[in-house]
């Protein structure tokens, strides 16, 4: 029986089809219990909610100065999963995972993503490499991990605002940002601007990240594409 199961969730093409948020977040639950994890089948699952702000709307909590992270679930220490909320013209800087696993859906709007070779200051190197740029619209997926390099992700439009929902595989409580015009490098802290449609106590928040994300439960293996 859990040879089947472990089959099931290894195959995007049986990916059932997602109600809603609610729906996909229990998905989620029991890819995640399993041992291992395939990649494409939960960019594949990912794909398959096609988004609705009723569904997401309590979590969609903006800055005017910055983009926000707002927690929507904890994967029982597993995953995280939250919402990324852009302002107009709103972008992180460049930087890793932590050797975590991201996955990005879009929620509404477009996202922008520049991806980056890792620098190499040993050789002499001071402007990083830029790979490639990609604009993913609404119900779009992408996926990076650390051995594919380094990204920056940023709201393209002057106009309008950009929801994204990102799983980090396992959660982190901090990764590295990177100075495009030298490469330097340093390690910043990661913190919640709400958690559960709530927003985080300024405290709790300026301490660097919630409680939640400091979990240091394992995830399961996760097993990604051959061409990755």
């Known amino acids: 029986m859990e040879s089947q199961q472990q ?6 093409k049986q990916v059932p089809m997602i109600k809603n948020l609610d729906h996909l977040v229990q998905e989620l639950h029991k890819v995640f219990d399993q041992d291992r994890v395939n990649v494409d089948y ?10 609705s702000p009723k569904d ?30 852009w302002g107009e013209a709103h972008g992180s800087s460049i930087h890793d995972h932590a050797d975590a696993h991201c996955f990005v ?19 002499g190197q001071t402007e990083m490499n830029k790979l490639d740029v990609n604009v993913y619209p609404k119900d779009g997926v992408a996926y990076i991990n650390d ?23 396992p959660p ?3 990764c590295k940002t990177f100075d495009e015009r030298t490469g330097h490098e340093r390690e910043v802290k990661v913190t ?18 919630s409680d939640y994300s400091k979990q240091s439960v394992c995830c399961s293996d996760v097993v990604e594409p051959e061409n990755n």
């Open 7 to 12: 089959q099931l969730y290894d195959d995007e």
């Open 42 to 51: 939960v960019k594949a699952l990912l794909a398959a909610y096609k988004s």
């Open 56 to 85: 997401w709307k309590k979590y969609a909590k903006y800055d005017p100065h910055r983009y926000t992270r707002n927690l929507i679930d904890t994967g029982n220490g597993k995953f995280n999963l939250m919402a990324l909320c």
């Open 105 to 123: 859906k879009i929620l509404d709007g477009n996202l922008q993503e520049t991806m980056f070779d890792w620098p190499n200051t040993s050789a």
């Open 147 to 169: 051995s594919m390099g380094l990204h920056r992700m940023e709201n393209p439009s002057h106009t309008d605002g950009c929801v994204s929902m990102h799983l980090y595989v």
């Open 172 to 174: 982190f409580q901090s």
């Open 192 to 209: 919640f601007y709400s958690q559960y449609g709530k927003r985080t106590p300024f405290q709790a928040e300026a301490n660097g990240c």
